[in-house]
């Protein structure tokens, strides 16, 4: 019924930017907040930035100044602008969204399938 699509991972070295892009489709009614989550190996999956309806963004610290994150909302459409990437920011990034279904009650979890983002030093 919903799926998220991500876009714009790759490599990159040290110093450099990538934006990476997520839309949802779908029969959806309504999303609360869509985010960006990443999980390097070894690692648990952690939150890199959210924005809330009518709600000023969150960011993990680690990103804080380096990475921008916007929402287009007539296009049910997530970005992550990331400058100055560092090795450590390597990882798969996942899209993620709480959406309202048209037809049913609540707000629904959903995840996008991943995608890399490598920098080289």
């Known amino acids: 019924q919903v799926q998220l699509v991500e876009s714009g991972g790759g490599l990159v070295q040290a110093g450099g930017s990538l934006r990476l892009s997520c839309v949802a489709s779908?029969?959806?009614?309504?999303?609360?907040?869509m985010g960006w989550y990443r999980q390097a190996p070894g690692k648990q999956r952690e939150l890199v930035a959210v924005?809330?309806?009518?709600?000023?963004?969150n960011y993990a610290d680690s990103v804080k100044g380096r990475f921008t994150i916007s929402r287009d909302n007539a296009k049910n459409t997530v970005h992550l602008q990331m400058f100055s990437l560092k090795p450590e920011d390597t990882a798969v990034y996942y899209c993620?969204?709480?959406?309202?279904?048209?037809?049913?009650?609540?707000?629904?979890?959903?995840w996008g399938q991943g995608t890399q983002v490598t920098v080289s030093s």
């Open positions: 993620n969204a709480a959406i309202g279904i048209t037809g049913r009650t609540g707000l629904f979890d959903y």
């Open positions: 779908g029969t959806i009614s309504r999303i609360n907040h």
């Open positions: 924005k809330s309806s009518g709600a000023n963004p």
